[in-house]
Structure formats: C-alpha cells, structure tokens
C-alpha cells in the first residue's frame, strides 16, 4: 500500500514534513493527531517508513458485495483495524482495546482525540477515554501531530480532492509514565489528554474551542436547521404578501358600476314636493 498509494500520493501533493525525527526508529508510540479530513489517515502514513494502524468503523469491513469486499481488503492494506461504534461506551472499549494490541507489538498507533473530523477547521476538546487510557495502560510514549491544510484539499462531503502541498508537523514524545497504573482516574485521563490537545494545537495554530466537536457538529446542523426554516417562512410570507397585494388590484380593474338615471326626489321633512310647488305658483297667479 506504500508503493501503490504513499509514492502517488507524495508525487502528486507533495507533502512538506516538520519533525520527523521525532517517530523513533522502532518500539511502540502513540500518534496523537487533529482531525481535519478524511486524507489525512493517507497523508500521514505516506511520509513515514514505519506502518501506523489507525481505527476505523466496522462498516468499512462489512459491506456486503464486491464493492464492499474491495474496500475492506483496501482500509486493511492501509492499517485500519475495524471497531463496532454500536454504542459510545463499546466503541470506546473497544478502541482502547485494539490500541493496546497494537502497541504492545511495538507498532505505532494512529488516534484522533477529538473522536470526529472538525466541521470548521478549529481544533476541539479531546475526549478522555481512548487516547489516554491506550498510554497509560502500555507506557507507551503520546507523540502529538498536527495537520495543515488537509481540510482545503478535500473538504467533507468532497469526493474529488484539490491538488495542492499539505503540511504535517511533528512534535516531540510526551512521556506520561508519572500517571503509570491511574488509567481509570477520570482526572488524571482529563490531565492527560488536555496536555496533548495544548501541544497540538501549539503544533497546528489552529484555534481550540473547549467543546467536542461532536457538539459543535449538533450546533451547526440546529442552527442550519434554523436557517432553513426561517428562510422557507420568509419565502411563505412574501407569497401571503404578494397574494394580498393582488387582490386590491383585481378589484380597481373591475368595471365600474353604472349608477341608476336620477329620480324625482320624495317629498320629505324640509322639502317642498312638486305639487306645493304648483300650487304656490297658481296662487301667485
């Protein structure tokens, strides 16, 4: 999969690499990395000679059908390991699971923190559980990572990416081993992550939001959600509008009624009738 996907990969985009002497030569690490595109699980075992195995969600190995068979065997050749998300707590376990497995072969191990891509190019909150608890139970070092720019390459929703050079910046080993055997302190897993959010976001200069982007990805569609109907009322009310503004201007179109020949008027209170007028005028006569 190096051969066949990483050297077109870095023909074509080119790459540029900060810190690569930072990934030890052999033994286990964890690469702690932001999330901004779907590529970004291709990029960055592109430029390294070791094998990094990332996690990724069942249904990429279970699709039935030739074309699901060809992008398991494909997600498998480039390191991914299948994790049942069916339930936030057993999709947890069972990342930390896979992640101990792969470090105590003395391999590297791929994780995003923020558990999602991030809907807006910001960096957000770590979540606890995966990340720290896979470094603490294997004392394996946390080696934080920034992408740059793979969100521009290819967007979310995207299927054709652009070309153009991204960057990948790669900060030191962090050693954790004072919190060796407390991986089931909630505080010392909080302690833990945030240390490697501060020094990826150091790494990336991306702007960190204290919420999960999981959140931040709710809030969005709500307020797009809210976008969309109040612009589907508007568009309601200017029909309303235009409809009632028509009917004034169906009725002055009318044609005007004819009023009827003017008659003699009744005599009445304060009026003279004809015939007092006749006879007023016989006795002036």
């Known amino acids: 999969m190096k051969l066949a996907i990483g050297g077109p ?38 430029v390294l000679d070791r094998k990094v195995t990332f ?15 060809m992008t398991a065997a494909f997600f498998k050749g480039v390191g991914q390991l299948p994790v049942d998300r069916s339930g936030a707590r057993g999709a947890g376990e069972a990342a930390v699971r896979s992640g101990i497995e792969v470090l105590e072969r003395g391999e590297l191990f791929g994780i995003y923190p923020e558990g ?29 990572v920034a992408m740059i720019d793979t969100e521009k390459i290819q967007p979310p929703g995207t299927v054709v990416p652009k070309l153009m050079r991204p960057g990948i910046r790669i900060g030191r080993p962090l050693d954790f081993s004072r919190y060796q055997g407390m991986e089931h302190d909630r505080f010392v897993l909080r302690a ?33 959600k809210a976008e969309k109907e109040a612009g589907k009322a508007e568009k309601e009310a200017g029909r309303a509008g235009k409809a ?40 002036a006569e």
């Open 9 to 46: 990969l870095k023909l074509a985009f080119r790459p540029w690499v900060e810190g690569l002497e930072n990934i030890p030569a052999e033994g286990p690490a964890v690469l702690a990395s932001n999330h901004l595109s779907f590529s970004d699980s291709f990029f960055l075992p592109a």
């Open 55 to 69: 996690i990724a969600k069942a249904e990429y190995f279970t699709t039935p059908g030739v074309k699901g068979r």
């Open 116 to 144: 999602t891509r991030s809907p807006d190019g910001r960096l957000y909150r770590g979540k606890p559980g995966g990340l720290a608890r896979v470094a603490l139970a294997t004392g394996a070092p946390v080696i934080p």
């Open 192 to 224: 833990v992550t945030d240390e490697v959010m501060y020094e990826i976001m150091k790494l990336s200069g991306q702007e960190y939001v204290d919420i999960y982007a999981t959140a931040a990805k709710r809030q969005l569609a709500e307020a797009a």
């Open 244 to 283: 009632a503004a028509a009917v004034p201007e169906r009725a002055g179109k009318a044609p005007a009624r004819q009023e009827p020949a003017e008659s003699a008027e009744p005599d009445g209170p304060g009026r003279t009738g004809g015939g007092e007028r006749a006879e007023e005028e016989r006795t």
